[in-house]
């Protein structure tokens, strides 16, 4: 497997991968992350153009598909019930989805992005168990609560290999 950006030719088999877990998430209990709609086709092109959505890539075919960036991101600021592991630099992960069939890309994709920063944040819905295992069994840690832009809770994560 190996990580690239996303590029615009991209875009119908990237929305397919995330159709597809949408209805992975709803037939494992997690019926409101992301809705019907959600990522949007808009936000997805507006990803590829800023440089920041990528796709993990199993031979020719496109096995995953997220967002990365080392960046402040604004809904991380405020945490409730508990507190980041760092102040430090971070990068964030968000909309990680995984094709059909595809085994590991999501843990693929999440190394990854840890070699890149070596300080990472991501959240997840409270009813996204598969996500939430898979971050426990990476070594990312529930630090608390934050909200996402439309007032929902998510359960916020970090791993660091950056301790002061």
């Not at 989805?97 to 843990?107: E, L, N």
């Not at 070596?118 to 990312?140: A, Q, S, V, W, Y």
């Amino acid at each position: 497997m190996g990580i690239k950006k996303a590029e615009t030719g991209e875009i119908d088999c990237i929305m397919r991968i995330y159709k597809y877990a949408r209805k992975f998430m709803r037939e494992n209990g997690n019926q409101e992350q992301w809705g019907d709609r959600h990522p949007p086709r808009e936000l997805i092109e507006e990803d590829i153009r800023r440089s920041k959505l990528y796709v993990c890539m199993d031979k020719d075919e496109i096995a995953a598909v997220f967002y990365f960036n080392a960046e402040d991101d604004p809904t991380y600021r405020v945490i409730e019930d508990g507190a980041w592991l760092n102040d430090e630099p971070y990068g964030v992960v968000h909309r990680i989805a995984s094709a059909k069939g595809t085994k590991g890309a999501a843990t693929f994709c999440l190394n990854w992005a840890f070699e890149q920063t070596g300080n990472i944040r991501i959240d997840t819905h409270e009813d996204n168990k598969p996500m939430r295992g898979l971050l426990g069994k990476l070594g990312f840690v529930h630090c608390g609560t934050i909200y996402v832009l439309n007032k929902s809770p998510r359960m916020a994560f970090q791993k660091t290999n950056k301790f002061f």
